[in-house]
């Protein structure tokens, strides 16, 4: 059989081809995101369960014209490949490479930039009042999975939607939280009949005929809404303002061809709800869609080939991850005080609380892709006087800023912030590195900022941030640490106290976090004290001034941008207290940092022990 695929390098050819020969390129299509995925790591599950219905939208919207808004974005390989980017995806969230979410400067066919959830029901809707401005008969589709219908601001763009009459149909990709009945002919024979302009035109003349006859016409659309109702859950969506339309089979290419071109002439706001399967297609990610979700490099015909997970208690042999740390400290704290509660949004595996959602059920809480919510949530539970713990990745965190001023700081509850994923992540690139928290936390009042150089340290801080009862937050790097073994017992540490850890003349560089190791290798070359600060907020003022005192230059180096961060509250203390030193601070760049590998990119921000001394050494010599 002739390859189909190998043929199709922009939807427009899609286009031509006869409808019967679109099951075989969506056979090809998920063969061929499997072997490639297989050899870059990236986002698999999902995208497998998407082939169809990116294919039919393709096939049925004239793209770029008509815009496409992929949420997450978790979800668009398939979409990168039909548009001018298959033979780019060996390169697939590598330095220099394409992008593993949709990026705007990367391909004209990637309308809005997503990376973070819950956005393109509002994008698309902008995009739709624009054409409606312009007087175009451009369409704009946003694509939201039932995840990201979780998060808020998904039904703040559908309340404003339903109210405005332009042409934004929003696909709810149903894949995970079984809201809908089975799917099979009747759902799809009614999908087809309700998205047709004859159900269309029939249902405004009625309402046109029947508003004379008020309680006639309330009772119609209540009949209306019961007979939907009865195979559909749409009466929601319908109250929204859209027409709800579904539930239908994502992987059924005949019925999503059907549907949508039916759609595409139809006016005002739609909603089409599909049903599809992670993993569709490939047995390992359809038996376990979660492990499958975000991969590396795999042989795809024996899988992913886990490894158990081992304990790092006491100097045992495994390393662990800081995520693993944070997940047995939060158990081991939880055995001691019952007002612990763990809460995240969305991310229990990801965040490291699979084990606790397994030993504390009753004080565990997923409160979806929400994370205003689940600050505010942790707010009411520290009110009623629990210690909630919540766990959250830097980037999400910036979405809940308002929460955590207004409903935590200002009341000054204690709340205990885990930050998960601070600094670079790697081949997630700029939308989801933890760049700026230490800059957006330390100017908040009565918070307390936290930053461990190694595991053992990150258990003890976690341990003296949970004793405290105001806000606290504790962040670290993604991956693992320098290898040090953890101590079971748990100690605070003094609150707002650093330690130098080598002695030397000349130049004192002051670490945050995770920049220790690299900051000692750098002392070593240059004969430099190095202090390990350990807070940001309180600044060991104490320990700051004593080092200006000895040593004429002081450098500070924290993984987070410059701007505002720890490197600008030792200079302020510096101000505050009149000293002269010389200052160099050294982080990350003012700008977004693309995909690669965290260590390469470190070294590019001059942020490993060589580019450190070349600094250091610059300075001196001015």
Same mark, same amino acid.
């Given at each position: ?5 190998? *043929? ?128 175009? /008969? ?5 694509? #939201?999975? /039932? ?26 990709? $149903?894949? /995970? ?57 749409? *009466?929601?969506?319908?109250?929204? @303002? ?78 662990? *991850?800081? *995520? %693993? ?8 704290? !939880?055995? %001691? ?16 609380? &699979? ?42 965190? %910036? ?27 790697? !081949? ?22 936290? &930053? ?87 600044? $060991? ?15 500070? #180096? ?5 701007? @505002? ?24 760049? $003012? ?32």
């Amino acid at each position: 059989m002739v390859s189909l695929l190998n *043929t199709i390098n922009t939807p427009e050819v899609l286009r031509q081809l006869d409808r019967k020969q679109l099951p075989q390129l969506a056979d090809e299509l998920r063969q061929f995101l499997v072997e490639s995925v297989s050899k870059t790591g990236g986002h698999l599950s999902s995208n497998l369960g998407t082939i169809e219905l990116t294919i039919a939208l393709h096939y049925v919207f004239n793209t770029p014209y008509d815009r496409l808004v992929w949420d997450v974005g978790h979800q668009t390989y398939a979409h990168k490949i039909l548009t001018e980017r298959r033979e780019a995806m060996k390169t697939l969230r590598m330095a220099g490479g394409i992008s593993g979410f949709p990026n705007r400067a990367e391909s004209v066919y990637d309308a809005f930039g997503t990376a973070h959830s819950s956005t393109s029901i509002s994008a698309a809707l902008g995009m739709s009042v624009a054409a409606k401005i312009d007087g175009s /008969d451009r369409c704009a589709v946003a694509i #939201i999975g /039932d995840g990201a219908m979780s998060g808020g601001m998904a039904f703040e763009a559908l309340n404003n939607a339903g109210a405005m009459n332009t042409n934004l149909l929003v696909i709810l990709n $149903d894949n /995970d939280m079984s809201i809908s009945r089975p799917v099979g002919a009747l759902n799809n024979y009614f999908a087809k009949l309700m998205s047709g302009r004859f159900y269309s035109a029939m249902r405004r003349g009625s309402e046109k005929m029947l508003k004379g006859m008020p309680p006639v016409l309330e009772f119609a659309k209540r009949a209306e809404e019961h007979v939907k109702g009865m195979v559909t859950p749409g *009466t929601l969506f319908e109250e929204f @303002g859209f027409n709800y339309i579904g539930p239908i089979d994502g992987h059924d290419l005949d019925t999503l061809v059907t549907t949508l071109g039916n759609i595409r002439q139809l006016n005002g706001p739609q909603f089409l709800h599909v049903v599809t399967q992670k993993g569709k297609g490939y047995t390992h990610a359809e038996e376990d869609c979660l492990l499958y979700h975000g991969v590396g490099k795999f042989d795809p015909e024996q899988g992913i080939v886990t490894k158990s997970a081992q304990r790092n208690i006491e100097g045992q042999a495994s390393k662990p *991850t800081y *995520t %693993q740390v944070f997940g047995e400290w939060l158990c081991d704290m !939880a055995e %001691q005080d019952k007002r612990l509660v763990g809460i995240t949004p969305a991310m229990c595996e990801g965040s490291g609380l &699979v084990e606790f959602s397994k030993k504390f059920p009753q004080r565990y809480f997923d409160v979806g892709i929400a994370e205003q919510h689940a600050l505010t949530f942790a707010a009411g539970l520290a009110c009623e006087g629990y210690k909630p713990v919540v766990a959250i990745y830097s980037t999400f965190l %910036q979405r809940a800023y308002d929460q955590l001023i207004h409903d935590i700081a200002i009341q000054n509850l204690p709340v205990l912030l885990a930050i998960d994923r601070a600094g670079l992540v790697g !081949a997630d690139g700029a939308t989801h590195a933890g760049s700026f928290d230490l800059s957006f936390l330390r100017c908040i009042p009565n918070m307390t900022v936290m &930053v461990p150089s190694d595991e053992n340290e990150c258990r003890q801080l976690l341990y003296t941030a949970f004793q405290l009862d105001s806000p606290t937050a504790v962040r670290y790097p993604r991956g693992y640490g320098p290898g040090i073994a953890l101590r079971k017992e748990m100690q605070a540490l003094p609150l707002g106290k650093g330690e130098v850890r080598r002695k030397g003349s000349g130049v004192a560089i002051l670490s945050f976090g995770s920049m220790l190791v690299p900051a000692l290798d750098a002392a070593n070359s240059l004969n430099a004290t190095v202090a390990n600060m350990r807070f940001v907020k309180p600044l $060991d003022t104490e320990l700051v001034l004593h080092l200006g005192r000895e040593h004429a230059l002081l450098v500070t #180096i924290e993984e987070n941008t410059i701007q @505002g961060g720890a490197g600008s509250a030792v200079a302020e203390c510096l101000q505050q207290h009149g000293m002269t030193n010389a200052l160099l601070q050294l982080g990350l760049p $003012d700008s977004f940092l693309e995909q690669g590998e965290t260590g390469k990119m470190l070294a590019t921000c001059g942020l490993d022990a060589a580019g450190i001394v070349a600094s250091i050494r610059q300075k001196m010599s001015l």
